[in-house]
């Protein structure tokens, strides 16, 4: 497989990190986008440094794409945001979180589409959350952000699906990553209490989730929530 190729967003830490790493050990060419290089040394690994808040940066990428046999598009790279009522949540926090959880996936799949159909071939994962399906206190921008790319996966499923292309959301509960620093201690306990396995998930149970989303063998489950939530989700 060492001519096709994934594009996987925010891949210098945490989730995206793994993914990177587990789809190169399935022989998967890696091209990361993300602010910051990531700590990947592999013949396979591409860098591209982009940040996903700039549409521009973004849609440049498409030139680039266009001369890579893309296979799947990983949307994983995300920001969480003040915890505050909405009342006092500063809209600037709010700008920033749609801008890089919602609007970069939009943009991203809107750069790679094109390169998929062609191909008559593409798998879209996008790492959603659990607060898209429920909302979380004290997160608006966060719950919108995630429920948004859930509308947009759905939507995108009913585009895409007659030319071999799936577009799926993984839904995880709270993971241990990075992200937990920008969350209070009574947030984080709350969400452990919802999770009848008593734990957050791990980022090696997210990455065997999005790794069988994003191949062959999954080709018949597009516009789906792919739960890895520890028993948090029962429907």
């Not at 090696?204 to 999005?210: K, L, N």
Request: hydrophobic share 40%; aromatic share 6%.
């Amino acid at each position: 497989m060492p001519d096709l190729k994934v594009v996987i967003t925010g891949t210098s830490r945490g989730i995206g990190y793994h993914l990177a790493q587990r789809f190169l050990s399935e022989g998967y060419g890696v091209i990361g986008v993300s602010r910051s290089q990531a700590a990947i040394k592999h013949p396979e690994y591409q860098q591209v440094s982009a940040d996903l808040r700039d549409i521009d940066q973004i849609r440049s990428l498409s030139a680039e794409l266009s001369r890579q046999n893309i296979c799947g598009l990983i949307n994983n790279a995300g920001i969480h945001g003040p915890q505050v009522p909405v009342e006092d949540y500063p809209l600037e926090n709010w700008q920033q979180v749609i801008a890089v959880d919602l609007t970069a996936v939009f943009v991203c799949a809107q750069a790679i589409v094109p390169h998929m159909k062609q191909a008559g071939y593409g798998r879209i994962v996008t790492i959603a959350s659990q607060a898209g399906k429920e909302g979380l206190a004290n997160t608006s921008a966060y719950n919108a952000a995630k429920a948004g790319v859930i509308g947009l996966m759905k939507g995108l499923s009913k585009e895409l699906a007659s030319f071999g292309i799936t577009a799926n959301c993984i839904t995880p509960s709270l993971a241990e990553t990075d992200l937990l620093k920008e969350m209070s201690d009574d947030h984080i306990s709350g969400i452990r209490a919802k999770t009848l396995m008593g734990r957050l998930c791990t980022v090696s149970e997210v990455a065997d989730m999005v790794t069988w989303v994003a191949s062959p063998a999954c080709g018949y489950s597009t516009g789906a929530c792919f739960d890895v939530s520890g028993g948090r989700a029962q429907f």
